[in-house]
């Protein structure tokens, strides 16, 4: 049973294409993020979503816009996809401030 | 703003052995949350261990125990009788305490510390 799972786990796509990356959890938590781990392993928040509402909203690009429909699901969507984007996403989850974020495996996106 | 440093980019210990991964971190904060994460080749990140400032006494999960120093702002996992499998990159990670704040809930890294384990 996984806890925190990512779709699709890679993604190979042209620049300018639009691209989206799903996760889902079925720990009950209320509290999902989004990292992204650059080329040099350097793990940066992006998003985060308590209960459907954006909560963390770091300095990204607005290329870049999560959705959750549910507090069990958390949506990124990436438009005009750059060079730059390549990177590997990661989701993760938590109860609120109280246990450790569990993360999906993560989803490695390569720009052609 | 938090920071989270580890200065060892690479460390090497041999099989059966005992090797300890340094962190550092700044904060003006008194109450937080610390981690280290494991991240082997196959990508996953693994909580290891957690420890809250709050408590004196240092958190410890089987082979991995943690040396918290709160004065100090140090934060270093020891691995005791590596193992192979132990092999991966390892995290340092801060999360606040604040409450009322989603900003509090994030995680803060350090750049890692990759560790090979040698026959």
């Known amino acids: 049973d996984t806890a925190v799972s990512q779709t699709p786990k890679y993604l190979v796509t042209q620049m300018g294409n639009d691209k989206s990356i799903k996760c889902e959890q079925n720990?009950?938590?209320?509290?999902m993020y989004w990292y992204k781990q650059d080329s040099k392993k350097f793990l940066k928040i992006m998003f985060s979503?308590?209960?459907?509402?954006?909560?963390i909203n770091e300095t990204v690009p607005n290329r870049f816009s999560p959705k959750s429909p549910d507090k069990a699901h958390l949506n990124l969507h990436i438009n005009s996809l750059e060079l730059g984007d390549s990177a590997v996403y990661f989701c993760?989850?938590?109860?609120?401030?109280?246990?450790?974020?569990?993360f999906g495996d993560g989803t490695r996106l390569s720009i052609l | 703003a938090q920071t989270v440093t580890q200065s060892q980019p690479e460390m090497s210990v041999q099989e059966a052995e005992t090797v300890t991964l340094s962190c550092t971190y700044d904060?003006?904060?008194?109450?937080?949350?610390l981690f280290w994460y494991k991240q082997p080749p196959s990508r996953q990140m693994i909580l290891v261990i957690r420890?809250?400032?709050?408590?004196?006494q240092n958190a410890t999960e089987n082979r991995f125990s943690v040396n918290f120093q709160k004065a100090a702002k140090s934060f270093s996992l020891k691995i005791s009788d590596s193992q192979l499998g132990d092999a991966a990159m390892y995290f340092c990670?801060?999360?606040?305490?604040?409450?009322?704040?989603?900003?509090?809930?994030?995680?803060?890294f350090g750049t890692g510390t990759r560790l090979q384990v040698t026959l």
């Open positions: 990670a801060y999360r606040s305490g604040r409450r009322g704040t989603g900003t509090a809930s994030k995680l803060t």
């Open positions: 904060t003006s904060e008194s109450d937080y949350y």
């Open positions: 420890q809250e400032a709050y408590k004196q």
């Open positions: 720990l009950g938590h209320d509290t």
């Open positions: 979503y308590n209960n459907k509402e954006l909560i």
């Open positions: 993760a989850s938590s109860q609120y401030r109280v246990q450790p974020q569990h």
